[in-house]
């Protein structure tokens, strides 16, 4: 089983799965009230994100999600201390807050180097498009950053299938490719396969970066109308709800099934549905070290094309 891949068509070989930090460091001030620290509630301190690091690059996890606005800097500062001189590669985003402009660009990048105390990015991506910020313009101002040997692959985030494009073309007249786009999608939300997204980037060659794949704790099976997550996105969310933690039950009915012929978690099937397509790449949110050492065992088993369709059908209402 191939564990490595290129990202895109970009230089950069990643493993088929990375992992989120998005809930790491240690805010202060109003950045405790962040929302990457309260929506599902942080993760369980310095020692923890350690083991989820080690054990992570152990396994042959080393790709670390993480963005600049995470906690107002202080997830970024947190991983780049945890990572330095490892062999590790970073996918960060930009910018850290709502007032960015094109013209920012530069100074959001120095920002994000300090906090991670490196000389280049591995991945960096625009966190989420913006009617003000002309697409466009802005990859030009990444590719004098590639050139610059500050960023050596180039990503975006939450764009649609026609917002891709835009990027792709711009930097194309550069030489560049677009590397990836970074959607939410899981079993819970398959939007990506009815919006043009994942078509898009099979055509053009671009990884699906995969966030909250485990559709933030859900498809772990742990919760049940019973027993409903904490965090404060989790409380008020319809998604979380009880009527939402009834209806899923017979997929994690099924995940189980499945799971137990592999001796495997309704989690880690749920990961593997998605690294079973091989141009997405998911990357669930670890907050100790046993949930990314669990989570990592995604890659040291497969799910027959009967059992990947077993799944996806049993999750047509959830593609929408
Ligand atoms: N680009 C964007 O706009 C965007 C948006 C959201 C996320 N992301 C990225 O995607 C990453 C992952 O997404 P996510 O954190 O939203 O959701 P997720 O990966 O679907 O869920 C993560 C949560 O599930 C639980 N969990 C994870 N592994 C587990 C295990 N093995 N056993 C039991 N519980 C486990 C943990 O919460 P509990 O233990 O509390 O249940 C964890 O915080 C983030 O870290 C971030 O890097 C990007």
């Not at 998005?22 to 405790?32: E, F, Q, S, T, Y």
Request: proline share 6%; aromatic share 6%.
């Amino acid at each position: 089983m191939e564990h490595k891949t290129t990202l895109g068509k970009s230089n950069l070989r990643v493993p088929r799965m990375g992992v989120g930090a998005m809930v790491w460091g240690d805010p202060k001030g109003l950045a405790r009230l962040h929302p990457a620290k309260t929506a599902y509630g942080g993760a369980h301190g310095i020692e923890e994100e350690r083991r989820a690091v080690e054990v992570s690059i152990e396994a042959g996890v080393n790709l670390f999600d993480t963005a600049a606005m995470y906690s107002m800097g202080a997830a970024e500062r947190r991983l780049g201390e945890l990572t330095r001189g490892k062999d590790v590669i970073i996918a960060t985003k930009y910018p850290s807050g709502f007032s960015f402009r094109v013209e920012n660009f530069p100074k959001e990048l120095e920002m994000t180097l300090a906090r991670l105390g490196r000389d280049s990015i591995d991945l960096y991506q625009h966190h989420y498009p913006n009617a003000r910020i002309l697409i466009p313009e802005l990859m030009d101002r990444v590719a004098d950053a590639v050139e610059a040997g500050k960023v050596k692959a180039v990503g975006v985030s939450n764009y649609s299938a026609e917002q891709m494009r835009e990027a792709y073309e711009a930097l194309a007249k550069r030489g560049i490719p677009l590397a990836s786009n970074q959607v939410e999608y899981s079993l819970l939300h398959r939007k990506p396969e009815v919006d043009g997204t994942l078509d898009a980037c099979r055509e053009l060659g671009i990884t699906l970066i995969a966030y909250s794949p485990l559709a933030g704790g859900m498809l772990t099976g742990k919760y049940s109308p019973q027993n409903r997550p904490g965090g404060f996105f989790r409380r008020i969310l319809p998604q979380y709800n009880r009527k939402a933690l009834e209806a899923i039950q017979p997929v994690i009915k099924l995940l189980r099934e499945i799971g137990d012929k592999y001796s495997k978690t309704p989690g880690q099937v749920a990961i593997r549905w998605l690294i079973e397509n091989p141009i997405v790449l998911p990357i669930p949110g670890a907050k100790n070290g046993k949930q990314a050492a669990d989570n990592a065992e995604a890659l040291k088993f497969s799910l027959t094309a009967e059992e990947v369709e077993m799944l996806s059908h049993s999750t047509m209402a959830w593609r929408k």
